[in-house]
């Protein structure tokens, strides 16, 4: 019986990947780094990569001794440019407050699991500027863990839900989130709102794949083994 859901937020719950494309691309502007394509940033940030390996990944002197050195300063000004740290407005995806407050009429209990590196009061903070932070019973970030692909963050949340892995699911835009799930022994749910497409989070056999979190609203019987 499942007994809770978490979720990923950026491509997820939130409409933000344009917005954090925008960030990346005008806090590398400030070092005269050139703009990076989007699709090949939705890339790294499907595999879960860190912010340290996406940058040696579009400008590989950052990888050199010389450009190292420099890697600290570039992180942080695009982390100021981040929409938590300006004030800027995200909003939430299509369907998400709908699908949220279905999941709190239905009793379970709901977490955040995101690969962002802030600490989980920052967190909450954001949540609350949305008016969605009641909807929610735990929120992890991989501020002390190892971010997804990686199932530590996942973990985390099953245990601040007090719920086993057989009694969660989790839904999520990216491969990362996939891995994440499966390696946690959770159900898996995908949604093409974010940084895959149908066929690339297909490779990884979700239980689940929605095009929409409407989508997936219509399916949430199916979804939470009811009939």
Request: glycine share 8%; with cysteine; proline share 4%.
């Amino acid at each position: 019986m499942i007994k809770a859901v978490m979720f990923d937020l950026d491509g997820t719950i939130l409409d933000s990947i344009d917005t954090w494309w925008r960030a990346f691309n005008d806090g590398v502007a400030v070092f005269q780094l050139g703009p990076v394509p989007k699709e090949r940033l939705l890339g790294f940030m499907n595999e879960g990569a860190r912010l340290a390996e996406i940058l040696v990944g579009f400008y590989p002197e950052l990888g050199t001794e010389a450009g190292s050195a420099k890697i600290g300063d570039i992180m942080e000004e695009i982390r100021k440019k981040y929409p938590t740290n300006t004030g800027a407005k995200i909003d939430l995806a299509t369907g998400a407050v709908e699908l949220l407050g279905l999941l709190k009429q239905r009793g379970l209990k709901i977490g955040v699991v995101t690969s962002r590196a802030m600490v989980a009061e920052k967190q909450w903070q954001e949540l609350e500027e949305l008016e969605v932070a009641h909807l929610f019973d735990a929120v992890v970030t991989a501020s002390d863990s190892r971010k997804k692909p990686a199932p530590d963050t996942v973990i985390e949340c099953l245990e601040c839900l007090r719920v086993l892995p057989e009694e969660c699911v989790i839904v999520g835009d990216s491969l990362a989130d996939i891995i994440a799930g499966k390696a946690a022994g959770v159900k898996t749910v995908a949604v093409t709102t974010g940084v895959a497409d149908l066929p690339t989070l297909t490779v990884e056999s979700p239980d689940f794949i929605f095009d929409s979190l409407p989508s997936l609203i219509s399916e949430l019987d199916l979804v939470l083994g009811g009939d």
